[in-house]
């Protein structure tokens, strides 16, 4: 694969999982009644998910950015972590609950490996 070719299908990769996280942080950082039945749900209290919304979109925000990738994608599959605990300890169906926050990790690194030379240097 080109040079070319292989940042542009890592820019549409983390592209696509910066889209869903943020949407996944703005809605946690609106009160609506979603949000507040899925907190409930995993047994947390509603009034974290404004923290989580927080977090969550801080570390979006770092790993869009050029210069900060790298630890945005070290900080997202932390949080993401959080969110395979919290499914896992709530009995939540394994490939499609527990393990959705590992695919996403996997789309946030194979986005950025793609896309940053530095990375793909690391690795080799």
Known sequence: ???RKSIIIGLVLSGLAALF???????????????REGMA???????LARILGAVLLACV???INARTA????????????????TH???????FSHV?????MGVLIWGGLYLRDDRVRALVR
Do not use: E
């Not at 749900?41 to 009034?47: E, K, S, Y």
């Not at 790298?70 to 932390?78: D, H, I, R, S, T």
């Not at 896992?88 to 394994?94: M, N, Q, T, V």
């Not at 393990?99 to 695919?103: F, G, M, N, R």
């Open 41 to 47: 749900t995993v047994g947390f209290p509603a009034d």
């Open 70 to 85: 790298v630890l945005g994608a070290v900080l997202l599959p932390g949080y993401l972590g959080g969110a395979v605990a």
């Open 21 to 35: 996280l943020g949407f996944d942080a703005l809605m946690k950082l609106v009160d609506i009644a979603p949000v």
């Open 61 to 63: 925000a770092l790993y």
């Open 99 to 103: 393990l959705a926050p590992v695919y």
């Open 1 to 3: 694969m080109t040079n």
């Open 88 to 94: 896992a300890r709530i009995g939540d169906p394994l």
